[in-house]
């Protein structure tokens, strides 16, 4: 158990529904980093927020957002869904925002039919 | 394009056996090089990391090798276990002013058998 909880863990919906997935860091983490990882494709960053300012942006796409909360929660919105966007969407968090290691959730599994 | 390619793309090998993963990177800025090992369905679990002035890693039967000159670094696995079956991927860290971009390979499948 790497100390980061992601929910829901399987989450099926319909193309052109909006959906949100929610993770917590590590207690005393204060990045967060999301990433997709689809079935034909490795993982692909996302984004990253620190201390609740986004730092670092990857392959995301407009249709996604991201934030993260005082209390360093964090939220990925999905929107306009689209059949590509089924994949496992993982979150991890790490104590600052650098070197250090990154700690993965479970993953929220997304079918969208 | 920051790119990260690893091989071979899957391997299979018996138990108590050792292995070798490959990786070869283009990303700059360079900051870190990460091995993660991810079992199937689940997220992925740090191996190590290594800057750009370490050579050498190990952690437990996991020895990682850097060569910054060539951009290439290699996982070592020692008396391969069946709970080594795993995906093994690659990562480079590339931390700038904008926070700290990962770039992962596509990933090593290994798998263990008696």
């Known amino acids: 158990d790497s100390g980061v909880t992601q929910t829901p863990k399987h989450l099926i919906t319909a193309t052109g529904q909006r959906v949100t997935l929610r993770c917590s860091p590590r207690s005393g983490d204060l990045s967060v980093y999301w990433y997709q990882q689809s079935l034909d494709q490795g993982l692909q960053f996302l984004i990253q927020?620190?201390?609740?300012?986004?730092?670092a942006k990857g392959n995301i796409l407009e249709r996604f957002s991201a934030q993260q909360f005082p209390d360093l929660h964090s939220e990925l919105n999905l929107s306009s869904l689209e059949l590509g966007d089924s994949a496992l969407y993982f979150c991890?968090?790490?104590?600052?925002?650098?070197?250090?290691?990154?700690?993965f959730g479970p993953g929220t599994r997304l079918l969208v039919l | 394009k920051n790119q990260v390619e690893q091989s071979p793309q899957s391997l299979i090998i018996l138990e108590g056996k050792n292995c070798t993963l490959q990786?070869?990177?283009?990303?700059?800025?360079?900051?870190?090089l990460r091995w993660y090992k991810q079992d199937t369905g689940r997220g992925p679990v740090s191996l190590t990391i290594m800057t750009f002035s370490e050579n050498t890693k190990s952690n437990g039967r996991y020895t990682a090798t850097l060569d910054a000159d060539t951009k290439q670094s290699s996982l070592h696995i020692t008396a391969s276990q069946l709970s080594d079956s795993a995906s093994y991927i690659c990562?480079?860290?590339?931390?700038?002013?904008?926070?700290?971009?990962?770039?992962f390979g596509t990933g090593t499948q290994l798998k263990v058998e008696l």
């Open positions: 990562v480079v860290s590339s931390f700038t002013g904008g926070g700290n971009k990962l770039t």
């Open positions: 990786c070869n990177y283009t990303v700059s800025p360079f900051s870190n």
């Open positions: 927020y620190y201390n609740g300012e986004e730092r």
């Open positions: 991890a968090s790490s104590v600052y925002e650098g070197q250090e290691t990154q700690y």
